[in-house]
C-alpha cells in the first residue's frame, strides 16, 4: 500500500487496461480504485453487470466486454476513480472525467493534461460536458489528446482561466 504514502499509484499497482480493440468500439469505464473501503455506488450504479465486487469492501472490478459506456459509474464515484477510456480514428484518444473547480470547463476549452502524480504530459481539448446535477458540485468532461496519453491523463487544468 505504497501508494497511500507517495499519494498516486504506479502502473504495477494499476488493474490491467482494456485491449485496444475493445477501446475502438466504444468507451469503457476504468477504475482505478485500489483500496479495500467499504463503497459501492459504482456497483449498484451498473446497469450492465459489467461491474464485480465479492462484498463492499473489494475494490472494483471492469469486465470490459460487458461494459457499455453508459457513464452511470463515473457519475456515482465518490473518490474521483473512474475514467471512460476511447480511441478514435487517427491517433485521437478521449478520456472521460469527473471536474470539480469553477469556472466550470465548457466544450473548446484547451486544457492542460496531468498523469496521475499531476505532472502536466500534454494538452488537449475539451469535446463534451455534463454539467453537475442538482446538488452535486462534479461535472464531467471529455477531453481530446493523443491516443497513448490516455492511460496517463488522470485530470486536467485549463490552459487560461476565463473571468
Known amino acids: 500500500m505504497k501508494y497511500l504514502e507517495r499519494g498516486y499509484l504506479e502502473k504495477d499497482e494499476l488493474p490491467p487496461f482494456p485491449s485496444k480493440e ?15 473501503i467499504p463503497c459501492s455506488p459504482c456497483y449498484e450504479a451498473c446497469p450492465a453487470d459489467a461491474i464485480k465486487m465479492e462484498n463492499i469492501n473489494d475494490p472494483p472490478e471492469v469486465d470490459y466486454e460487458k461494459c457499455t459506456g453508459c457513464m452511470k459509474c463515473i457519475r456515482v464515484c465518490p473518490g474521483l476513480a473512474i475514467f471512460m477510456l476511447r480511441l478514435r480514428n487517427g491517433g485521437i484518444g478521449e478520456v ?3 471536474y470539480e473547480f469553477l469556472p466550470w470547463l465548457k466544450k473548446g ?14 494538452e488537449g481539448v475539451v469535446n463534451w460536458v455534463l454539467p453537475p446535477e442538482r446538488n452535486d458540485h462534479t461535472s464531467l468532461v471529455r ?15 485549463p490552459v487560461e482561466v476565463r473571468k
Open 22 to 36: 475493445r477501446l475502438r468500439k466504444k468507451s469503457v469505464a476504468y477504475i482505478e480504485c485500489p483500496q479495500p
Open 109 to 122: 476549452d484547451r486544457v492542460r493534461l496531468l498523469n496521475r502524480k499531476g505532472e502536466i504530459v500534454g
Open 96 to 98: 472521460t472525467l469527473q
Open 143 to 157: 477531453v481530446e489528446m493523443p491516443a497513448e496519453l490516455i492511460f496517463e491523463v488522470r485530470a486536467v487544468k
